[in-house]
């Protein structure tokens, strides 16, 4: 049996990507699912699936969000990350969509 290390999901802005290019203070994230699972697509192991809805955030340009923890195998240095209707609220634009930069994610 595989030994298991409990990790905290952090949502960080430097992960997205958005179309405006700018230095935009966003005060709210919102999305409909984020999930983790194994880097191994032929494997496809789900280890966690969340449901956040809104989070509100200090107006920066930059910073994270605390999502959840789940627990992943010591033996996976890397996993998945994918998103389901996600979107930052910015001061200057109201809600913009956004998308997950790298699919691939490091385990720190």
Do not use: C
Not at 5 to 12: A, I, L, M, T
Not at 31 to 48: D, G, K, P, V
């Amino acid at each position: 049996m595989a030994t298991l290390q409990e990790k905290r999901v952090n949502f960080n802005s430097n992960m997205v990507v958005n179309n405006t290019g700018g230095n935009l203070y966003i005060t709210r994230w919102r999305l409909t699912e984020l999930t983790i699972r194994s880097s191994n697509i032929l494997a496809n192991t789900l280890y966690a699936s969340f449901n956040p809805g809104a989070k509100d955030v200090p107006g920066a340009t930059s910073g994270s969000v605390f999502i959840g923890t789940f627990s992943v195998p010591t033996s996976q240095s890397k996993v998945r990350v994918a998103t389901k209707g996600l979107q930052a609220y910015t001061t200057s634009n109201g809600w913009l969509s956004a998308i997950v930069n790298n699919g691939q994610a490091t385990i720190n």
